[in-house]
C-alpha cells in the first residue's frame, strides 16, 4: 500500500483551516458500490487517505456523506476525510492545492481551471441545476438586465453565478466594463446586496432561495440554459494513481442519484440542515430548481453549453487564448468511472 505524501497532509490541514469545514470519518458497513468492492475483493486498495468534497449546492455528496456510501464501500483501511466548498472557486483551489483528491464545481469552472493548466479531470455530472440568477432587493428600481449599466453587482469569480452575468450582460447587450464586479464570496454578496453595499447580487442556491424568503429579495433574471451543470473532478494523479478509489467515488454517487431521485423530502431534509435553512426554502432548491434524473456521463450536453461559456473566458481575460480552452475542453472528460458505474 502507498501512504500518500506528507505534502497532501499539509496542504489538507492548511487550506481547512482557512476556508473550509472538516469533518473525518470510517464507517464499516455493508450495501454500498458493490461492483467497486468486489473488484478488489481479497486486496489492498491503492492507497489509505482519500479527500473528498461536500457543498450545499451539490445535493449528491450531501447523500453521499450522511449514509457513509464512500466509507460503507472502502472499509477500515482507508480514511474519508471530509471537507466543505463554499463555492466551485474554492472547491478548484482544493484540487489545485492536493487538498482534496475529489471536489464538486459548475461545468463553467472546471472548464476554467483546467484552461488555466489544472490538472483535473470531470468524472461524474451529479446535477442539472438553475442555481444562478440575476438577485435584485424587493425595492430596487432595476427592472431589467440592461438597467445593470453603471451599477454595482456582487459575484463570486471563477463560479456559475459570475458566468452567468456575464452571458446575461452580452444578451442585453451591456459591456462588462459598464458594470462594477465586487468579487465577493456567494453569501457575503447576498450580505452586500440586502445591506445596500452593492444594487444586484448573481446568487447561488440554497442562498438565493434564502434571501428569497427571509429578505424579500427578488429575481430579476433567470436563465435555466446560462447554468451550467454540476461537474464532480478529481485530480489526474488520483484517477492515473487510484483508479480503484475513484470507481468507488462514482459508484456512491451514482448509488446517491438513485436513491435521491426516489426520496426528494430526505434530501431537502438534508440540505436544509447543511444549509441552515428553512426546509420549504430546501424543497424550493431540491424539488423546483435541481434536476438529477439526468445522464450522468460528460459528453456532448456538456460540450455544448462549455463552447459558449469558453469564448467568454478569453473576451474577459480569464484565460489568454482560445486555444488554451478548446485544448481543456476537448481533455476535459473522463468517463470510464461512470460508464462502468451504469453498465
Known amino acids: 500500500m502507498r501512504t500518500r ?7 489538507i490541514a492548511a487550506l481547512a483551516a482557512a476556508t473550509m469545514l472538516a469533518t473525518s470519518g470510517c464507517v464499516s458497513g455493508e450495501g454500498a458500490a458493490a461492483s467497486s468492492k468486489d473488484d478488489a475483493a481479497g486486496s489492498q486498495w491503492s492507497t489509505d487517505t482519500l479527500s473528498i468534497d461536500f457543498a450545499t449546492y451539490n445535493p ?3 447523500v453521499v456523506k450522511d449514509q457513509g456510501l464512500i466509507e460503507k464501500a472502502l472499509g477500515d483501511s482507508v480514511e474519508v476525510t471530509w471537507l466543505q ?11 489545485r492545492a492536493g487538498a482534496v483528491d475529489v471536489g464538486s464545481t459548475a461545468g463553467s469552472a472546471a472548464l476554467l481551471a483546467r484552461s488555466n ?8 455530472v451529479y446535477s442539472q441545476p438553475e442555481w ?3 438577485v435584485v432587493r424587493k425595492d430596487s428600481d432595476i427592472t431589467s438586465v ?9 459575484a463570486t469569480k ?12 452580452e444578451e442585453a447587450g451591456v459591456d462588462p466594463a459598464d458594470v462594477e464586479v465586487q468579487n465577493l464570496q456567494h453569501a457575503d454578496g447576498r450580505a452586500a446586496l440586502d445591506n445596500g453595499s452593492v444594487d444586484a447580487w448573481v446568487g447561488l442556491d440554497p442562498i438565493m432561495a434564502a434571501a428569497q424568503a427571509e429578505s424579500g429579495d427578488t429575481l430579476l433574471y433567470r436563465n435555466v440554459d446560462f447554468n451550467t451543470y454540476g461537474f464532480l473532478n478529481a485530480t489526474e494523479d488520483f484517477v492515473t494513481e487510484h483508479a480503484d ?20 423530502d430526505e434530501v431537502s431534509a438534508l440540505l436544509a440542515d447543511a444549509a441552515g435553512i428553512d426546509p420549504q426554502v430546501a424543497d424550493t432548491v431540491i424539488q423546483e430548481r435541481t434536476h438529477l434524473d439526468i445522464d450522468p456521463t460528460p459528453g456532448a450536453a456538456q460540450t455544448k453549453v462549455l463552447q459558449v461559456v469558453g469564448p467568454i473566458f478569453v473576451a474577459n481575460g480569464d484565460v489568454p487564448s482560445q486555444s488554451q480552452v478548446d485544448d481543456a475542453l476537448a481533455t476535459l472528460f473522463d468517463t470510464r468511472f461512470i460508464e462502468k458505474a451504469t453498465h
Open 5 to 11: 505524501p506528507a505534502r497532501l497532509a499539509t496542504a
Open 60 to 62: 449528491l455528496s450531501l
Open 85 to 95: 466548498s463554499a463555492g466551485s472557486n474554492k472547491a478548484n483551489e482544493a484540487l
Open 117 to 124: 493548466g489544472s490538472p483535473i479531470k470531470t468524472i461524474d
Open 132 to 134: 444562478a440568477a440575476i
Open 146 to 154: 440592461q438597467d445593470l449599466a453603471g451599477k454595482s453587482v456582487a
Open 158 to 169: 471563477g463560479t456559475d453565478p459570475y458566468f452567468f452575468l456575464l452571458q446575461s450582460l
Open 245 to 264: 478509489v475513484a470507481q468507488v467515488v462514482v459508484d456512491a454517487y451514482e448509488q446517491a442519484r438513485t436513491w435521491a431521485i426516489a426520496h426528494p
